[in-house]
């Protein structure tokens, strides 16, 4: 029977030089890949990411009395 390899849609690493690849719909990213994007997240001041239903909403300051 032929296993299947899986890779990483961002970077094209083989599952078995990962510690984690997680299936998507129509992708897969590995752990690699999501360290990264946490890290470009942060840079642009968009992590962490605010939960839903916090109460905090996004507004001008203008708006804010």
Not at 14 to 26: N, T, Y
Not at 37 to 63: A, F, M, Q, Y
Request: aromatic share 4%.
């Amino acid at each position: 029977m032929d296993v299947k390899t899986h890779y990483c849609s961002f970077c094209g690493e083989s599952e078995h030089d990962l510690k984690a690849l997680i299936k998507g719909p129509s992708a897969l990213i590995c752990d690699a890949c999501v360290a990264l994007c946490v890290e470009l997240l942060e840079d642009k001041g968009h992590w962490p990411p605010v939960p839903c239903g916090s109460g905090v909403s996004e507004s001008n300051p203008e708006e804010v009395e």
